[in-house]
């Protein structure tokens, strides 16, 4: 029994010893604050899910302190607390590490470090600068203990989320009344061309705010630079428009480029009707008739030829539709139709050159192949009718032939000799 | 024919002189087909032989444009419809015709089985005729693959496969028929092969021995025919009689088979042989893979069978069955004794019934439950 009191003793050694590491290393932050906070939208709840949790950060890392104290006033007085940023103090408390190019190396090298830098020079940043706390800044799109990265479909800067994140404080006419701008932007884009393809067909590839105002540089593109937001993806037109001679026109007159004929937030889908010189299109309102340069002929015969490519391409889809309903072999027309389409998408690109030397060979090309394929399909269709011709011809034939075999059968079998 | 008038009867003599064709046309005359309620049946044989020759014509042609391979055969078939010359008619009769033997030639081997048609002496011929049927399956089996479409690929892929799950041997033959242990162009040139020299080869001589023994045995009496009395026996001549209504027949047939091919040039519903999108190997199979609808019977019972029964693979058990029943059918004349001597054999006409029924329900299933 004496024995095995040192043994006793060295054991409850080894076992205080171990309590008293696992007790250090516990982060005490969250055993306190999940108590005391309720509800999925308590921080606590959140940061469950926040990418810096799952890249093993801690409170600390963020706020400061000593997470190992039990007491929280022993932790706001350890070394390093920084407790709760003010608003205008974010930028700076994530830009910590957002902005030092070598820590955030070991948890994501190819992760931008500039996005403090850019969020200065932004509207939200300049305004920030000026003790406006009213504007965004990185929890405002990114949340606080909720963070993911920005390509995961839970992130709220997803680009299917994000124009719901902006359009949190810009459709908030009241919160937006004393910058005065308008705050119908979210409506407009969401009826855009641009808004039906991200919205309405998640297509992921389709512009979000970001992608023409910027990110964390955010800022309303300037009449000289809107050609250059557009181009950034349609890079054909704009390559097209600088090289037309509107774009000196524009310049001269100040009209921003893209936005002139077709708006901004509320890009709807290219008509064809916005060339020429009938009433709804765009030419007329700086072109007219005698205003002594060639502008307004030109749109009436670019006008003029887009309608005849997209009228041939109707009447031959039409002819190649009625062959198909006849069960009729039309693989090979259905891909011209495909070239038609091409030449079709080429020339209204070809438009913003508004050169008819430009777009004449190609609407020219698109009109010969529409009708060569509906003459095609006019031989098919002419073909079906070839078939059912035969057949009649040969069933007739062949019917005539039965006829005569039967008749002799019944002759044969009249005679005595043969009958049954 | 002993006349000798005008041209033809010149020619005739002139023929007859050299290969001595009057006996053979005396036999003919001779020869006799009993006349009864089921004399319909006969002509099923003769439908199934017109289609044949249809077959053999309209092969030709294709073969002349077609070229097998994974890289030509989709394209050549492609060609064929799209840009030679009434292409599209010879597949198109070729696609019909294929399947209207095959179904002629069923209506021809039941016929003969419930008409007891098998019954000695001509157990030859039934063994011939069911070698056939059996031929003419290949036939439509190579012959699927052959244009290298999706769906062919994928039905093969799967027919092939369960040759693969046979015993010891299922390795040996599945890589015997695919020409690897996958469906690839090595496929299609050997089943190209089959499909255009071994099995017409074959097909002809078995089917140049069924119709030796069909012309010395003649046609088959009913069972009951010995018990009639002479004057109840009424029967027609072979020729011209009965040649003549066989002619009238493939006429009717050939008829029914131009306004199948012009109306419905690409088959009706879930019969059909639309070219389609070519076979991709590394595309996820069609949702629905269905084989030729004779083989749709098989097909749907291997598909509901549990996938295990007392511990050996349901597929397995289905293949033997299906093999077994197979040598049954095959050998029916030799076990069925009563009809032999005479008897009517009814254990034989319910085990036939059995068969078209299981066979029926489980087409119909087949395209049902797909």
Known sequence: MQRLIPVTAVFVLILGLCFSIISSAQDNCLDCHTDWEDGENSPTQKWTYDIHNQVGLTCADCHGGDPTLDDMDDVRNSKGYRGLPSTAQIPQFCGRCHSDATYMKKFNPALPVDQVAKYITSRHGVLLGTGDDKVATCISCHSAHNTSPASSPMSSVYPLNLPAVCSGCHSDAEYMAEYGIPTDQYEKFASSVHGHALLVNEDIGAPACNDCHGNHGAVPPGVENISAVCGSCHAKVASLFADSPHRAAFEENGFPQCETCHSNHDIIKPLDNMVGTEQNSFCIECHSEDDGNKGFETASVISTLLDSLVRSEQNAIEVIDEAEIKGMEIDDERFALKDVRSSLVESRSLVHSFSLDEIRPELEKGIALADVTRINGLGIIDNYFFRRKGLGISTVIITLLAVIIWIKIRRIERQPRNRA | ?370
Request: positive net charge; charged residues 15%.
């Open chain 2, 1 to 370: 024919m002993n006349q000798v008038n005008g041209v033809g009867g010149r020619l005739y003599k002139w023929i007859d002189e050299r290969v001595k064709i009057q006996a053979f046309v005396d036999y003919m005359a001779h020869k006799s087909v009993p006349k009864h309620r089921h004399s319909i049946w006969y002509y099923f044989g003769g439908i199934s032989l017109f289609f044949f020759i249809i077959q053999v014509a309209t092969g030709i042609l294709l073969l002349l444009y077609y070229r097998p391979g994974a890289d030509t055969a989709y394209e050549s078939v492609k060609f064929i419809i799209t840009k030679v010359e009434f292409g599209w008619l010879i597949r198109a009769i070729h696609s019909w015709s294929a399947n209207l033997m095959i179904l002629a030639a069923f209506i021809h081997m039941f016929s003969v089985y419930f008409t007891k048609a098998y019954r000695r002496p001509r157990e030859l011929t039934w063994l011939t005729g069911v070698g056939l049927l059996g031929l003419a399956m290949f036939f439509g089996f190579s012959g699927y693959l052959l244009p290298w479409n999706e769906l062919a690929f994928f039905a093969t892929k799967v027919g092939t496969g369960m040759v693969g799950a046979l015993p010891f041997v299922g390795d040996f033959f599945l890589n015997l028929m695919r020409g690897s242990s996958e469906v690839t162009g090595a496929t299609i040139t050997r089943f190209f092969g089959w499909h255009v020299a071994i099995l017409p080869a074959l097909f002809t001589v078995v089917l140049t021995v069924h119709l030796i023994l069909v012309q010395r045995q003649g046609m088959s009496e009913p069972v009951d025919w010995d018990a009639k009395k002479p004057s109840e026996k009424t029967v027609m001549p072979f020729f011209p009689n009965f040649i003549l209504r066989d002619l009238l027949l493939w006429l009717i047939a050939l008829n029914v088979l131009a306004i199948l091919a012009v109306f419905f040039p690409y088959g009706v519903g879930p019969f059909h042989w639309l070219l389609g999108v070519k076979a991709d190997p590394f595309v996820p199979p069609p949702p629905v893979i269905r084989p030729e609808w004779y083989f749709m019977f098989a097909f749907q019972t291997l598909k509901m069978l549990p996938a295990t029964v007392m511990h050996i693979e349901g597929e397995l058990i289905g293949i033997f069955g299906f093999g077994l029943g197979g040598i049954f059918w095959t050998l029916v004349p030799f076990f069925d004794r009563k009809t032999r001597h005479g008897q009517k054999g009814r254990l034989f006409v319910i085990i036939g019934l059995a068969a078209v029924i299981f066979i029926l329900v489980m087409t119909i299933l087949g395209y049902i439950l797909e």
